[in-house]
């Protein structure tokens, strides 16, 4: 039976990536029909909003999405459309993976794995913040943590990391400072490892994890973390194993599932058959595993890292000597996937 999935192909570069990874998802035999809709410049334009009603309703009836870069219209009135949808369907967990790949330059050898689990609807990015003078010379934010909310992300990261056979979880924090909102975070972290005695559990304060992952990123495994945090670490991750050109991402609540690749929509290069469409790909590559079509989803995340790996069939931010575009590269996946069982 076909999955219903709702595909947003995005601003930019967005449509050019995602048509690519649409046909590499076909081509791995996961049976799904898309329900295209639009949002972003290209929304804006038609129906005179960024985030159409249309947006909401297929994602609601659909449970799952494909998205492609978004650019929120810079001006009054118009709300960031990613935290938009964070809110709109509560999807309180930000998965972002970071994987080393033969065939990108990166300042390490040996191969990382690190997957980071941000907590996404609370803290310092609920936006409740405001000036507290009538001159504006002073402001205020308030980051208010939750035991709700922090139970649910550290047990999602704990069940993830039981699912994939992970074997260890380091919770991030600031408790040593933020006694009471970092302090619950821990606290609530130390209770919900008890029941998971298979699972390493540990924590570290955040000044020292982002030295730690720079040193040694290899100590780590699956991590958890508040929403500042979880923004800040996910980022230096990916630069560890070579930049956002092959960083997806997943924001995830109960029921429903929207899957991206973390980089921008790139408008300076939109058109002209050049973009990397590696991030999109590893983000359907999470979204199959979402879905259950676990064989596709491993047949294309090991397409992508053979082609990689040659470097011949790839973009020229991958081997500054190629003339290989996008449309090329995603034949080139799509080629090898014939080789894999």
């Given at each position: 039976?076909?999955?219903?999935?709702?595909l947003i192909p995005g601003d930019g570069i967005g449509p050019e990536i995602t048509a690519v990874t649409v046909d590499v998802i076909k081509h791995a035999g996961a049976d799904i029909n898309w329900e295209v809709v639009e949002a972003g410049m290209a929304a804006l334009e038609k129906y005179h909003d960024p985030l159409p009603q249309n947006v909401i309703d297929s994602i609601a009836r659909n449970k799952v999405a494909l998205k492609g870069p978004l650019t929120t219209p810079v001006g009054k009135g118009f709300r960031s459309i990613n935290v938009a949808l964070?809110?709109?369907?509560?999807?309180y967990v930000n998965q972002r993976p970071a994987k080393t790949f033969t065939g990108i330059k990166s300042i390490y050898f040996d191969h990382i794995d690190i997957i980071i689990f941000r907590e996404n609807l609370e803290e310092f990015y609920s936006g409740i913040e405001h000036y507290i003078d009538s001159s504006k010379t002073a402001a205020e934010t308030i980051g208010i943590i939750t035991k709700?909310?922090?139970?649910?992300?550290i047990r999602y990261a704990f069940e993830h990391a039981r699912n994939f056979d992970r074997k260890k979880i380091t919770l991030v924090h600031k408790a040593n400072i933020l006694k009471f909102t970092g302090g619950l975070f821990l606290d609530v972290g130390r209770e919900i490892a008890k029941e998971y005695p298979d699972i390493e559990f540990s924590d570290k304060i955040v000044d020292n994890m982002a030295m730690q992952?720079?040193?040694?990123?290899?100590?780590?495994?699956?991590?958890v973390t508040t929403n500042l945090f979880g923004d800040i670490l996910s980022d230096l991750a990916s630069g560890l194993v070579g930049?956002?050109?092959l960083a997806p991402g997943a924001n995830i609540g109960d029921g429903i599932g929207i899957f991206e690749a973390v980089h921008g929509s790139a408008p300076d290069i939109a058109g002209q058959n050049v973009a990397n469409p590696c991030a999109v790909i590893l983000a359907a590559v999470m979204m199959l595993e979402y879905i259950g079509e676990k064989d596709a989803a491993r047949r294309i995340e090991k397409a992508v890292a053979n082609v990689i790996a040659?470097?011949?069939?790839?973009?020229?931010?991958?081997?500054?000597?190629?003339t290989v575009g996008t449309k090329e590269m995603g034949a080139a996946?799509?080629?090898?996937?014939d080789s894999i069982e």
């Open positions: 039976m076909a999955h219903e999935l709702t964070r809110k709109e369907f509560e999807l709700r909310g922090s139970e649910r992300i992952m720079v040193m040694n990123p290899y100590q780590f495994d699956v991590v930049g956002l050109g040659r470097g011949t069939d790839v973009t020229r931010d991958i081997n500054i000597h190629s996946i799509i080629k090898e996937l």
